[in-house]
């Protein structure tokens, strides 16, 4: 297992050439948000848009359209009630704010079934994936599942030790032909064949929305066309730093993910300066 310094970041960040346009960093699509979580969708697409896509379609339902436009007008929608085109996009996230209902579980089946590029899944897709096992055989190769320790118990039964948990997703990984990230304190990302331990990040980040962030940040980085386990890799540390980077201004106490995600040009900024 290797540990995630900045010496292997500075490996696999990429550098962007002086006459870049929108369309070279990919178009992303994100399904996300619902009636009651329209604040996963806003957080996902925030720091999806400041981790360097060239565009964003947000997937929501209709009648939430007014949060989503006055929160990130940089975004597209599409509405939930409409048919999707995969082949529009070179990324796509499902999952936060999604719900468990019998739409949300009809679109993520669909959605599996329908993409023929790596998905990054989380928050209620994971959910759902748990309680229909037998859809993780549809998963397209190289998909990216980022469970905390509730939702990979959900998916892949309970555990007792982190140690465990870290075996179970290595075998699970390797079997489903998927990237897992494990989030928590040192989350632990694998492909089932090689292990990473992140070391950024603080107890700022234990509050809700977090995982929502690491999903838009994912996100991007996929459009962008990085490998599924760089974007991984590069996701869970870029959001770790940004955190240490916000305890300059805010305690791990009254840090919000708002604040993380605002800092994320200042978390690259850092990055950049140590590769020169």
């Known amino acids: 297992m290797e540990k995630l310094k900045i010496d292997y970041i500075k490996k696999i960040l990429k550098k962007r050439l002086s006459n870049s346009h929108k369309g070279n960093f990919g178009h992303a699509f994100l399904i996300a948000g619902s009636e009651q979580k329209m604040g996963a969708a806003i957080i996902a697409s925030r720091a999806c848009l400041r981790s360097g896509c060239g565009l964003l379609m947000v997937s929501i339902p209709k009648e939430e359209r007014?949060?989503?436009?006055?929160?990130?007008?940089?975004?597209?929608?599409?509405?939930?009630?409409?048919?999707?085109?995969?082949?529009?996009?070179?990324?796509?996230?499902?999952?936060?704010?999604?719900?468990?209902?019998a739409a949300a579980q009809k679109l993520l089946y669909s959605t599996l079934l329908k993409t023929k590029y790596p998905i990054v899944i989380d928050a209620d897709a994971l959910n759902i994936l748990a309680k229909n096992q037998d859809w993780l055989i549809?998963?397209?190769?190289?998909?990216?599942?980022?469970?905390?320790?509730?939702?990979?118990?959900?998916?892949?039964?309970?555990?007792?030790?982190?140690?465990?948990?870290?075996?179970?997703?290595?075998?699970?990984?390797?079997?489903?032909?998927?990237?897992?990230?494990?989030?928590g304190h040192k989350t632990f990302i694998t492909n089932g064949t090689t292990c990473f331990e992140n070391s950024t990040g603080n107890p700022g980040l234990a509050k809700g929305g977090s995982g929502d962030a690491l999903t838009g940040i994912i996100l991007a980085l996929l459009a962008q066309g990085y490998e599924p386990i760089h974007a991984s890799i590069l996701g869970v540390y870029l959001h770790g730093l940004a955190a240490d980077i916000t305890l300059q201004s805010q305690s791990e106490e009254s840090m919000l993910i708002t604040d993380v995600i605002e800092n994320l040009g200042k978390t690259f900024q850092e990055i950049h300066s140590k590769i020169k």
């Open 66 to 101: 007014s949060s989503m436009y006055s929160s990130i007008p940089e975004a597209m929608l599409h509405f939930r009630e409409e048919q999707i085109d995969f082949s529009k996009y070179n990324s796509l996230a499902i999952g936060p704010g999604l719900e468990q209902d």
């Open 138 to 183: 549809q998963l397209p190769k190289n998909s990216i599942l980022t469970p905390h320790l509730k939702e990979f118990d959900r998916l892949f039964g309970n555990q007792n030790i982190d140690e465990e948990r870290r075996k179970t997703a290595k075998d699970k990984a390797k079997e489903l032909n998927c990237i897992i990230v494990l989030k």
